[in-house]
């Protein structure tokens, strides 16, 4: 469900880029896709990596931010 609500934010402010690591659930799935409410684009294009490292020797971009 969180994930569906920081894609919904995501498209509010014009974001497109979701990077998700070690999800705790498996993703996509239809609860992340009803919180979206319309961000389906955004969860559809979602990269999942399965550990940090694994994210971080695919893009090493400064423009994205790490939360945690």
């Not at 919904?8 to 402010?13: V, Y």
Request: proline fraction near 4%.
């Amino acid at each position: 469900e969180n994930i569906g609500a920081c894609a919904r934010a995501m498209k509010n402010f014009g974001f497109s880029k979701l990077h998700i690591v070690e999800p705790k659930i498996y993703f996509p799935n239809h609860k992340a896709k009803a919180t979206s409410v319309g961000a389906y684009d955004i969860i559809n294009k979602a990269k999942v990596f399965n550990n940090i490292k694994e994210k971080f020797n695919f893009s090493l971009d400064p423009s994205y931010t790490i939360g945690f």
